[in-house]
């Protein structure tokens, strides 16, 4: 905020801001980001509510698939979805040249806001699923079984009564997915080429080769602190006018998928969530295709060329550097996030509660914000940090602390005080009953937050490519410089062993918390 009020000379000043709105060029990126926002956010809510809607309430086959698969398509690295696309829908895509040499369709590419949009909904449509599942398990059944008594059922039960009961969780699900969609960086800058947006213009006013304009950088980012902000309170706002006290006592029954309408039920979610998934298959495929020399173009048959390519260029150090920071970053995270949980759940007052909304704040902020931030901060003397391993591990415990930070805060709110005050009347310590009875109690919430951040971690980008070097690179990092050279066979090979490393991630995950009410 100071460097976008404050010219070199050491000057107050609003020109970055007057610059800004003053030529349309600018402002044109605050109505592409908020208008590919909100219909990624609208496009998200009418995949998912429906898909979360059958998976709730009706006993659907390979569920456990369905729900799996759709974690990984949420969790995964934002931009790989976005070259997976160009790959297959792209003027020289797979799909494209098919229809075009054997069919004679040229069919629209995937560049620009379509390709955005179509991407994002497909990457942040399990948000509203998930977020879902854990709404309609709370509804209680005699609520459907009066509605079905009063002649309301179908459809009109659907949105006259179970809509309204779970509104909150479904406007909690639009804010995740307008801010997740609103700070992507990497789909716009790869699939967006004309279509620029808000993340992709700061990052380019802070590289530009024309000389970085960090003033302008900074001012923009305010602005997108601001915009995020503006929902975020809307959205609080809102949540207040639904709120609902339910108990689920009678949980609502699952009924069998039959005949034709169980039929279409089965084939919308395994279509929605195979083409979600595709992109990712189809990046694994590619990394066993052979390449020419160059590594530019894939030719027929197949070979592990792109991962020698790979090996040899950081494989190692971006593995190493990954595994490193996750385990490093996490170890913060949970002390950081254990410590702020209980201050404000057990030490409420003023000074703690605003502990927790400025840890919160970076979940609205776009991670090329953030990266330009510690840049700014850490930079100069006495810090130095710009390019070292320490300024990338700052930047993925601020960004992904929140995460952990709510699920303790959960499940701290879940156990009674009364355990803690038996043990400091049998004489034990505040330090002792912390770390031996009520972090434990803790656990699952804990491990759940924190392996959620670790996923997060693995697929950082927006922050990383504005703070790394050849030294502090990471396999996310790795995968897009091979991308924006074009080395579509090491980028292949990069991105399905990050893959891989999310699949391995997700399966602790599902195996540690043993549960389906998962809070991203």
């Known amino acids: 905020m100071r460097q976008a009020v404050y010219d070199k000379d050491g000057g107050f000043t609003f020109k970055q801001f007057v610059k800004f709105f003053s030529q349309k060029y600018y402002t044109n990126t605050i109505s592409n980001s908020v208008k590919v926002t909100l219909a990624v956010t609208l496009f998200s809510l009418l995949v998912g509510i429906p898909m979360s809607y059958f998976y709730s309430f009706y006993k659907l086959k390979l569920s456990k698939l369905i729900f799996t698969i759709s974690i990984l398509c949420c969790m995964s690295a934002p931009f790989l979805g976005?070259?997976?696309?160009?790959?297959?829908?792209?003027?020289?895509?797979?799909?494209?040249?098919?229809?075009?040499?054997?069919?004679?369709?040229?069919?629209?590419?995937i560049y620009g806001f379509g390709g955005i949009l179509l991407v994002q909904t497909l990457k942040f449509f399990p948000l509203v699923f998930i977020y879902m599942n854990g709404a309609f398990k709370n509804i209680d059944n005699s609520l459907m079984e009066a509605?079905?008594?009063?002649?309301?059922?179908?459809?009109?039960?659907?949105?006259?009564?179970?809509?309204?009961?779970?509104?909150?969780?479904?406007?909690?699900?639009?804010?995740?997915?307008?801010?997740?969609?609103?700070?992507?960086?990497?789909?716009?800058?790869?699939?967006?080429?004309?279509?620029?947006?808000?993340?992709?213009?700061?990052?380019?006013?802070?590289?530009?080769?024309?000389?970085?304009?960090?003033?302008?950088?900074?001012a923009i980012s305010v602005i997108a602190i601001i915009v995020t902000a503006l929902v975020f309170f809307a959205q609080k706002w809102a949540s207040r006018k639904y709120s609902y006290s339910m108990n689920s006592l009678h949980p609502v029954e699952k009924k069998e998928a039959k005949g034709i309408g169980g039929f279409f039920i089965h084939m919308y979610c395994y279509a929605v969530v195979f083409i979600a998934f595709l992109p990712q298959l189809f990046i694994i495929y590619l990394s066993f295709?052979?390449?020419?020399?160059?590594?530019?173009?894939?030719?027929?048959?197949?070979?592990?060329?792109?991962?020698?390519?790979?090996?040899?260029?950081?494989?190692?150090?971006?593995?190493?550097?990954?595994?490193?920071?996750?385990?490093?970053?996490?170890?913060?995270i949970i002390v950081i996030a254990i410590l702020i949980a209980y201050l404000t759940v057990r030490r409420k007052n003023i000074l703690n509660d605003t502990i927790d909304t400025f840890a919160m704040i970076p979940y609205i902020m776009p991670g090329v914000v953030i990266g330009i931030a510690l840049l700014t901060a850490f930079g100069r003397r006495p810090f130095k940090l710009t390019g070292t391993f320490t300024i990338m591990l700052l930047a993925v415990i601020i960004r992904r602390l929140p995460y952990t930070i709510r699920s303790a805060t959960a499940t701290l709110s879940q156990i009674p005080i009364s355990i803690e005050e038996a043990a400091l009347s049998l004489g034990a310590?505040?330090?002792?009953?912390?770390?031996?009875?009520?972090?434990?109690?803790?656990?699952?919430?804990?491990?759940?937050?924190?392996?959620?951040?670790?996923?997060?971690?693995?697929?950082?980008?927006?922050?990383?490519?504005?703070?790394?070097?050849?030294k502090s690179i990471t396999m996310t990092i790795s995968a897009y410089v091979a991308i924006t050279r074009g080395n579509e066979g090491m980028a292949a090979a990069f991105a399905a062993i990050l893959t891989v490393m999310t699949i391995i991630s997700l399966l602790i995950y599902l195996k540690v918390t043993k549960s389906e009410d998962i809070r991203l």
Do not use: H
Request: hydrophobic content about 50%; proline content about 2%; glycine content about 10%.
């Open 147 to 218: 509605s079905a008594n009063m002649g309301c059922t179908g459809v009109r039960r659907l949105f006259s009564v179970v809509l309204s009961l779970v509104m909150p969780t479904v406007l909690a699900a639009s804010l995740l997915v307008f801010m997740r969609a609103f700070a992507d960086f990497g789909t716009p800058v790869v699939i967006g080429e004309g279509y620029m947006t808000f993340p992709v213009l700061i990052y380019r006013e802070f590289v530009n080769e024309n000389g970085a304009d960090y003033g302008f950088a900074s």
């Open 429 to 470: 310590s505040k330090m002792k009953t912390l770390t031996r009875i009520t972090v434990p109690m803790m656990g699952n919430g804990i491990m759940s937050g924190a392996i959620l951040s670790w996923v997060a971690i693995l697929t950082e980008v927006s922050s990383a490519i504005i703070l790394y070097n050849n």
């Open 289 to 332: 295709r052979k390449t020419n020399q160059s590594g530019t173009l894939f030719v027929e048959g197949f070979s592990l060329g792109s991962y020698k390519a790979a090996l040899n260029r950081l494989l190692v150090r971006s593995i190493n550097n990954t595994v490193m920071m996750g385990v490093l970053a996490l170890l913060f």
């Open 82 to 109: 976005a070259y997976s696309w160009i790959l297959l829908l792209g003027r020289s895509g797979v799909i494209t040249t098919f229809f075009r040499d054997n069919l004679g369709i040229n069919i629209t590419n």
